[in-house]
């Protein structure tokens, strides 16, 4: 029905800068919400940042000041700009998405996740 599909993870060095993106697709009425939760190993998986339902954003204090969400909405895309990377940033970054489908039923939608690794 509706899919989430990431790209943009890798590996950069501490300091570096990575720009993540998520596409969603499928059966949409409306994107309700729409943003990044991450899962280092061993951790449970945490938000990042997302868009809000009003449109507004929340960043993770540990982000703040470092990461960037931006949108665009008419291609229901998502896009984080990270800089500054810092070792403990390595996670799995996967996208989120609460949306209302053609079908008039509310969907959670996850994607499969991008690997990002900050190491020297």
């Known amino acids: 029905q509706v899919q989430l599909v990431e790209s943009g993870g890798g590996l950069v060095q501490p300091g570096g800068s990575l720009r993540l993106s998520c596409a969603a697709s499928?059966?949409?009425?409306?994107?309700?919400?729409m943003g990044w939760y991450r899962q280092a190993p061993g951790k449970q998986r945490e938000l990042v940042t997302t868009?809000?339902?009003?449109?507004?954003?929340v960043y993770a204090d540990t982000v703040k000041g470092r990461f960037t969400i931006s949108r665009d909405n008419a291609e229901n895309t998502v896009y984080l700009q990270m800089n500054s990377l810092k070792p403990e940033d390595t996670a799995v970054y996967y996208c989120?998405?609460?949306?209302?489908?053609?079908?008039?039923?509310?969907?959670?939608?996850w994607g499969q996740g991008t690997l990002v690794t900050v190491s020297s």
């Open positions: 868009f809000t339902r009003g449109g507004s954003t």
């Open positions: 989120n998405a609460a949306v209302l489908s053609t079908t008039w039923e509310l969907l959670e939608v």
């Open positions: 499928g059966s949409i009425l409306r994107v309700n919400t």
